[in-house]
């Protein structure tokens, strides 16, 4: 299973609300979280069902920069 980390400007509990939707059209909630504790907003993703690429437009889309840490 691969895992993908990003930087993100995913800040609260609102913002998880908000991107929430856009990730879960192709992740379960148990394949992704949010460090919203660490200064960076570090998303995690563990998944094969999804690539780097399309975790990035779903951020875009929902509103939030990203910026890709790990891969």
């Known amino acids: 299973m ?3 980390q ?3 400007t ?3 509990a609102g913002c998880l609300e908000k991107v929430s ?6 992740l379960t ?3 992704w979280n949010v460090d919203i504790l660490n200064p960076d907003k570090i998303l995690t993703v ?3 069902k999804i690539t780097a690429d399309e975790i990035e437009e779903k951020v875009i889309q929902a509103g939030f920069r ?3 840490i790990r891969e």
């Open 66 to 68: 990203i910026e890709r």
């Open 6 to 8: 990003f930087k993100t």
């Open 2 to 4: 691969k895992t993908h």
């Open 10 to 12: 995913i800040k609260c």
């Open 46 to 48: 563990h998944s094969d």
């Open 29 to 31: 909630p148990e394949e």
């Open 21 to 26: 939707p856009f990730l879960n059209e192709q």
